[in-house]
Structures are given as C-alpha cells and as structure tokens.
C-alpha cells in the first residue's frame, strides 16, 4: 500500500517562501505521475500542479503559475513543491497524490493515493 506523507507546511508572511516535501513509501512512484492539491475552508479542493513521470513535464493552475515550482526526485521517492511570493489567498491544506499513470493529471479523480495534508497559512 502507497502512503504519501507531506511535509514542510507551515506560517509564512505575505511574499515569503516555503517547500513543501511528498516522501512516498509502500513502493516507488517513479513511473507514476504527482499532482498537488489545495482545500481552503470553505471551498472544494483544487488542482494546483503536476509532474509526469520523468519530471520532464509540468503543468501549473494560473492562480500559482510563475510563483510554485514541482520538482521530483525519483531516487528518494520524492517530490517537491516549491511557493514563492505567497499570497492570504494561498492559505489551505496542501495535498500531495500520486496518479496510476506516468503521463500528469488535473483532475483529482485520476489520482489513487493522497497524503494526509500540510496546513500552509499566508498572512497579510
């Protein structure tokens, strides 16, 4: 069984950073693709980026394009989100999934494994 553990959360100021890490275990995921959702309280969870396989390819939402960077090293099973210039409105729980597939994903309903969740809390 995949278990996906986030790490890296926490409060930041308003333009700040911080990265967020997905170790993986169970078995390794470096044929398969990682996405990064967001829940905010309130509202329905949201893609916020992928990476295929290989890391070659990556796709963001606008809202976080030019400010997240996924990264992935499938030595370590792990995958990275890196946020920059942070905004209030980046404030939720930020999950790590992993899909069935090699090739990214945005919608939630082709991920299998999720991890529990890391709170990122941006104030102004």
């Known amino acids: 069984q995949v278990q996906l553990v986030e790490s890296g959360g926490g409060l930041v100021q308003a333009g700040g950073s911080l990265r967020l890490s997905c170790l993986a275990s169970?078995?390794?995921?470096?044929?398969?693709?990682m996405g990064w959702f967001r829940q905010a309280p309130g509202k329905e969870r949201e893609f916020v980026g992928a990476i295929n396989w290989s890391g070659s390819v990556t796709h963001y939402a606008d809202s976080v394009k030019g400010r997240f960077t996924i990264s992935r090293a499938n030595a370590k099973n792990t995958v990275y989100l890196q946020m920059n210039s942070l905004k209030p409105e980046d404030t939720a729980v930020y999950y790590c999934?992993?899909?069935?597939?090699?090739?990214?994903?945005?919608?939630?309903?082709?991920?299998?494994?999720w991890g529990q969740g890391a709170q990122v809390t941006v104030s102004s």
């Open positions: 169970g078995q390794t995921l470096s044929t398969n693709a």
């Open positions: 999934a992993a899909a069935a597939a090699g090739f990214l994903a945005t919608m939630a309903e082709r991920y299998d494994y």
